[in-house]
């Protein structure tokens, strides 16, 4: 491809999808929208049909229904080779056979680009990637971590318009994945098309991702900026991905009832709610603390479990929580599984929004 | 564990009578005869033209069978491997009823191009690549069906039309496969029998390859037919271990 060729309608590649995939015991039915330099994630349990959006992006499954406009023209009409895409799938699917250089110069071969052209480029993107030296070395030669860097380059080489990631860190040990991550980032931040990442890490998501979008049961459950969606969860799912206990309410001011339960919020607010707070906000009580009724309830311990430097002690009762308290704690109160105790919440750490 | 033994026994002694009733004094006399070097050439290059034959035929045809569903594709599958169960002599004699002069497409060749397959060398070739093909196709679909589809997805998303996936992606994938397949398939067609004898006839320099000869040289010259096996016997021992090679680099 020519620098002149390339360089037209380089300005703004805008994904918007509307993605319908039937299957026998599942129906995928979501809507994306990507602007240029974008990242979206796509997050979900197992099963959740994310991996099968992404496919569907690429041309791999093929829609039941909807439609893909990539830069206001239609994607879905195209086969999976003539679609301006690039793809880093879970477990790279580095072409065994090939070098790393030539793995990464494939693309561009594909593309109509001559050996030695394809090869100069794909030289120019393992130094991106920082694996030079590695250029000659055949993918069972390479670490995880440098394997994933050379499929990113492959699926960059080829000047993709979207580009889409396969949970590209999932393979990765711990270590290398901290690595790997802040890398992908920077590449990222250098790609000008739009990004869709699907993660079920929701670290990878808030790390790499400038919007979420939350799918369970191949629908969207929950989308915005990161933060946002950290703070205000509005699933279980959700819920458990950012580590907060969810309950959903009816909200009288600044007072909200779960089932049995009272809560006092620090939010002036009606109707129908969520309410959530962190397992850290919760104290636990052997006897009925004095005071406000409120914030407060009885429960039967579940499971004591570790939980970094903490003690996370699963309670069953009125609502389900979590609390995260000190192994100090643990110990004066002397808790073991199956006990009763009184659990409390002080209002200021309680967070209340519309449901 | 007797059984064993006898059946072990069932299967070396006729190679080690092979080789200790082989007339050694004699043997590169016999070997240099023009009749056995013309019989051995004869063998190897027919076998090969068969073997390519096969590779240009058999690699399409096990790629449709691996990855293209259409109805009847078991059918066709069965049918494809009829050869391999099949007398070869039966298949002679099919051969010859379809492409001998007066067969459905042989008489139809031979007044369009003048050509005539039956009792000459590219009748052999036929023959044998009819024999051999099925051990060729097998082992392609083998290796196709085990291999991963998704590097071919993966090569479909860089821009690889099918063909480029195909040449670049899935052949490199299942060479092992395909190696294999052209060994067994050249080591058949190199000592077919009983459909090139009847199909072809056993015209010396032309259509006489070496089992051929072993045949014939058994009734009038038996110190020559134990060369002539003694050599094929090579052939086949050479086949096993550059195939053993191959499959343990391979693993």
């Not at chain 1, 040990?173 to 993660?199: M, W």
């Not at chain 1, 890490?201 to 939350?214: E, G, I, Q």
């Not at chain 2, 009733?21 to 016999?30: D, G, I, N």
């Not at chain 2, 997805?153 to 821009?159: M, N, Q, S």
Request: glycine share 8%; with cysteine.
């Amino acid at each position: 491809m020519s620098e002149s060729e390339r360089d037209p309608g380089r300005g703004l590649p805008q994904l918007r999808a509307h993605l319908v995939v039937e299957r026998p015991r599942f129906r995928l039915d979501i809507e994306l929208a990507a602007d240029a330099g974008q990242v979206i994630a796509l997050l979900g349990p197992n099963g959740a049909g994310k991996t099968t959006a992404l496919r569907a992006l690429a041309g791999l499954t093929p829609l039941s229904g909807g439609h893909i406009t990539l830069d206001g023209g239609a994607l879905h009409t195209l086969p999976v080779e003539r679609r301006p895409i690039g793809v880093v799938f879970q477990d790279y699917l580095l072409f065994p056979h090939l070098s790393a250089l030539d793995n990464v110069a494939f693309g561009p071969r594909c593309q109509g680009a001559s050996k030695h052209d394809a090869r100069r480029t794909a030289g120019a993107w393992l130094e991106r990637v920082g694996l030079a030296e590695h250029a000659a070395d055949r993918p069972r030669q390479l670490s995880g971590g440098q394997a994933q860097r050379v499929a990113l380059a492959r699926a960059l080489a080829v000047e993709p318009r979207l580009l889409l990631l396969d949970e590209p860190l999932a393979a990765l040990d711990a270590h290398t994945r901290l690595e790997i991550r802040s890398r992908l980032r920077r590449h990222l931040g250098d790609f000008d098309g739009a990004t869709i990442l699907v993660t079920h890490d929701p670290l990878d998501a808030m790390v790499l991702a400038d919007h979420l979008v939350v799918i369970e049961n191949g629908a969207v459950v929950q989308q915005g900026p990161p933060a946002e969606v950290a703070r205000r969860p509005r699933t279980d799912y959700v819920a458990r991905l950012v580590g907060l206990n969810l309950y959903r309410g009816v909200a009288d001011e600044q007072q909200v009832t779960v089932g049995d339960v009272i809560f006092s919020v620090t939010e002036r607010i009606h109707g129908p709610v969520f309410i959530a707070f962190p397992p850290s906000a919760v104290a636990l009580f052997r006897t009925r603390p004095d005071g406000t009724p409120r914030n407060l309830w009885q429960a039967r311990i579940e499971g004591i479990e570790r939980h970094g430097d903490n003690v996370r002690v699963h309670l069953e009762g009125p609502i389900t929580a979590a609390a995260d308290i000190t192994p100090a704690a643990v110990a004066d109160l002397d808790l073991t599984a199956g006990q009763q105790v009184w659990a409390a919440v002080k209002a200021t750490e309680t967070h209340a929004y519309p449901a | 564990m007797v059984l064993a033994v006898v059946g072990m026994a069932f299967l070396v002694l006729p190679l080690a009578g092979l080789l200790v009733r082989a007339p050694w004094s004699t043997m590169p006399e016999r070997l240099a005869e023009p009749q056995v070097l013309e019989a051995l050439r004869l063998s190897l290059v027919t076998a090969t033209i068969a073997t390519a034959v096969c590779l240009v035929l058999g690699v399409p045809l096990a790629w449709l069978l691996a990855r293209v569903s259409f109805p009847g594709r078991r059918l066709v599958r069965a049918l494809v491997t009829i050869p391999l169960v099949l007398p070869p002599v039966v298949g002679g004699v099919a051969l010859l009823l379809v492409l001998g002069r007066r067969g459905l497409v042989g008489q139809w060749l031979e007044s369009a191009f003048g050509i005539s397959l039956p009792f000459t060398t590219a009748g052999v070739v036929v023959a044998e690549a009819f024999v051999a093909m099925p051990f060729l196709v097998i082992s392609v679909e083998g290796a196709l069906r085990a291999a991963d589809l998704r590097y071919e997805e993966a090569a479909a998303t860089l821009g690889a039309s099918r063909w480029v996936v195909f040449r670049r992606v899935t052949m490199p994938l299942i060479a092992p496969g395909i190696v294999a397949g052209a060994v067994l398939c050249w080591a058949r067609a190199l000592g077919e029998f009983g459909a090139t004898i009847t199909f072809a006839g056993n015209f010396p320099g032309r259509t006489q390859t070496m089992p051929l000869a072993v045949y014939l040289a058994l009734e009038t010259e038996p110190d020559a037919a134990i060369v002539l096996s003694l050599l094929l016997l090579l052939v086949s021992v050479a086949i096993l271990a550059g195939l053993r090679d191959r499959w343990v680099t391979s693993a």
